[in-house]
Structure formats: C-alpha cells, structure tokens
C-alpha cells in the first residue's frame, strides 16, 4: 500500500523557516522523482518544487533562493527547507510521487506577518 506522510508544517512569522518531510512507503523512492506542490485558499494547486531520481532539482520562480528540495534514499524520504518565508507562502504543500502517480494528505503551512 502506497502512503506518502508529510510532516513539519506549521505558524511561523514572516522571515522564519520550517523544514517538510514527506516519508514514503510502498513505492521504490530511489527511481522516482518527487515533488512538493502547494495550494492557497481559493487558488489551484502549484508546483513548487521537484527533485529526480538523480537529485536535479528545479523551482518555481517563486520560491528560487529561499527554498531548498533535497532527499534521502536511505529514509526514503524528501524534505523542503524553507527559509525567508513570506505571507504568501501559506498554504497546504503536498508531497507527490511519480511512480505511482500519488499525493500525500498535505501539511499546512501559515506564515504570518
């Protein structure tokens, strides 16, 4: 069974850091990329970051220097460092695997000004 469990979401203030952790079970995480997406109250959800299954990573324009994607495959398990955090950052960030196509339950996240 497939399960992707995100965690370290959380209220901080503006110019703060939280650091997620999405921990997967029952896929073969060395093979497959990942992402972190979010969603906004009343917004679609975006992509925010991804990492290969060869550790290239990519940003959206948004978050490019403040946040970092890495991974472990030892703990098969992909993080999101989030550094200089902005009101606009808040939201629910969700984990997502590519094989199989799965998202985890989400994390929220609320930055405060």
């Known amino acids: 069974q497939v399960q992707l469990v995100e965690s370290g979401g959380g209220l901080v203030q503006a110019g703060g850091s939280l650091r997620l952790s999405c921990a997967a079970v029952?896929?073969?995480?060395?093979?497959?990329?990942m992402d972190w997406y979010r969603q906004a109250p009343g917004k679609q959800r975006e992509l925010v970051a991804t990492i290969t299954s060869g550790g290239s990573t990519n940003y959206a324009d948004s978050v490019k220097g403040r946040f970092t994607i890495s991974r472990d495959n030892a703990k098969n398990t992909v993080y999101l460092q989030m550094n200089s955090l902005k009101p606009e950052d808040t939201g629910v960030y969700y984990c997502?695997?590519?094989?199989?196509?799965?998202w985890g339950q989400g994390t929220q996240v609320s930055v405060s000004s």
């Open positions: 029952g896929i073969i995480f060395s093979v497959n990329a």
């Open positions: 997502h695997s590519y094989y199989p196509h799965y």
